[in-house]
């Protein structure tokens, strides 16, 4: 079963790969993703820029609920090291 971990899986493998000028399979979904940007057959296309394109968005969301989940325990921590925030003015 595709979910949103396991698409989130595939953009970063398949980024990495590409990366390294690798090809990856995914054998579940039938597509074959060659760098830079081909994707294999070429009736999976659809589907892939979907899984990307939801991936980013869904990334972006995860990102900055980790960042407010983790902020208040980081300034903590932080403060109990002696570091103190500093305002900066624009």
Known sequence: M??????HVLCF????????GLTALDDQLGMVLVPPDRVLPPGQVAIW??????MDTALVRWTLAIAKA???RLKALLKAQGFE??????
């Open 49 to 54: 820029e979907g899984t990307n394109r939801g």
């Open 13 to 20: 493998v398949v980024k990495r790969a590409s990366a390294l």
């Open 2 to 7: 595709f979910t949103e971990d396991s698409g």
């Open 85 to 90: 925030p500093v305002k900066l003015a624009c």
């Open 70 to 72: 983790i902020k208040p």
